[in-house]
């Protein structure tokens, strides 16, 4: 292996993983290897993963295989769709060190909070703790539970912080669950999840994780951090397309849980159709209840191989390591040409995202300047949101830099891009 050397972060020497992985990345960065999956940089410099992200080049070849498929075979070849939605179980319960019948297969985050909410033996009295400034995918689920009795506590941030004192502190012995997300979407604030499940089962409340800011770029080993409940879209950080996603329940919280949306496919043997019988079947895929979405299942699983390669290759903090620097770099930068930069100081809680102000300047005005000049970043939060990853480099974030530097304030147009803010 030849030892090469980025000017972010430290030197690389190699590979840890199989010749497989080796052979399959080459003896270079890991870093370009990913870039070169991701055709979307030879025509933009994005840095908009928070939101949608490009798909990666094998995400989109799966997607081509099986719509050709779906095209000049039918169905004949559902027996190989199927088999990826068992693939991508495992492939996840390999990215998060979990049990994978503990994993199903949703459309989106959404849906996996809701069957949670929705399914939990809730009692009237109870509460459910929640973190102010949550993404509404991770409050309304539990809002929607008021005619059960249950109250939600909407605990109040300090600053772009969430405190696990704070959470505690609303929570008492009726309290069944803490909601919260991995990574804060508009300030990026990344929160110690460690500690929050360690000292929420000490006083029996269970946690849910609204992973979708987090997955696939800050490691999870479900066996040592045993969150309870989990959901994920694909679409952002993993690089895959919309519409699939992830989610988890413990195989101890499975028979508590009412499962509120069943079909043919819930049960055990699903394809005896004119001898169904209603006995759930025993995994968390008892949720994947109808036909799934085969195209995006193929399309998910095909990148989520692409981060397995990595940290097979490089070590299971690899890509968290890359994204901190990368990110760092670009908050020192904006730092250094007038920017307030909304970012945490501790390691520990940053993550991908950095929002930004630059003087009287508006988000919008700042976003529409980057577009016309190819440069993909979002408006969250009261500022403008660039989120990095693993694949970006130094000159993907020079060039924000300088184009923010490089554009006085009077050449923002006062034009909006409606629909993108």
Not at 148 to 165: H, L, Q, T, W
Request: hydrophobic fraction near 40%; charged fraction near 25%; include cysteine.
């Amino acid at each position: 292996m030849q030892t090469g050397k980025s000017k972010i972060g430290r030197p690389f020497t190699g590979f840890d993983g199989d010749q497989s992985d080796a052979n399959s990345l080459g003896s270079g960065s890991p870093w370009e290897w990913w870039r070169q999956e991701m055709p979307i940089h030879r025509r933009w410099t994005y840095l908009d993963h928070a939101a949608v992200a490009p798909l990666s080049r094998p995400a989109a070849a799966a997607i081509r295989h099986v719509t050709g498929q779906a095209e000049s075979d039918g169905d004949t070849v559902w027996p190989e769709w199927s088999a990826n939605i068992a693939r991508l179980r495992k492939q996840f319960a390999e990215l998060l060190s979990g049990d994978p019948d503990d994993l199903f297969v949703v459309p989106n985050t959404s849906t996996g909070i809701s069957l949670v909410a929705e399914g939990f033996p809730w009692r009237e009295g109870d509460n459910v703790v929640v973190p102010e400034g949550e993404f509404p995918s991770n409050l309304f689920p539990w809002l929607n539970q008021k005619h059960r009795g249950v109250e939600v506590r909407i605990v109040p941030r300090r600053g772009s912080r969430v405190e696990i004192d704070d959470l505690l502190a609303q929570s008492d012995a009726r309290t069944r669950i803490i909601a919260v997300s991995w990574v804060g979407y508009a300030s990026g604030f990344r929160i110690d999840l460690e500690a929050l499940v360690e000292r929420a089962h000490q006083r029996g409340v269970l946690v849910f994780l609204d992973a979708i800011q987090g997955l696939g770029v800050f490691p999870l080993e479900l066996d040592k951090t045993p969150v309870d409940f989990l959901a994920a879209d694909g679409h952002k950080w993993l690089l895959g397309p919309e519409g699939v996603g992830i989610a988890m329940i413990r195989a101890e919280h499975r028979e508590m849980m009412r499962c509120p949306i069943v079909g043919w496919n819930s049960v055990r043997n699903a394809h005896l159709f004119s001898h169904a019988s209603f006995e759930l079947r025993p995994e968390a895929a008892r949720y994947e209840a109808g036909s799934a979405n085969m195209i995006g299942v193929a399309g998910l699983s095909a990148s989520t191989e692409l981060f397995l390669t990595v940290i097979r290759a490089a070590g299971r903090d690899a890509i968290a390591d890359r994204v901190l620097e990368l990110s760092n770099y670009l908050a020192d930068g904006l730092r250094r040409i007038g920017a307030t930069v909304d970012r945490e100081s501790s390691r520990q809680h940053q993550s991908g995202i950095v929002t930004f102000t630059l003087g009287s300047r508006e988000p919008a005005q700042i976003r529409e300047l980057a577009m016309a000049n190819r440069v993909v970043i979002s408006c969250r939060g009261g500022g403008v949101r660039a989120s990095v990853h693993a694949y970006n480099n130094e000159s993907d974030l020079d060039r924000l830099i300088q184009l923010l530097r490089e554009s006085p304030p009077h050449a923002d147009s006062n034009r909006r891009l409606h629909g993108f803010v």
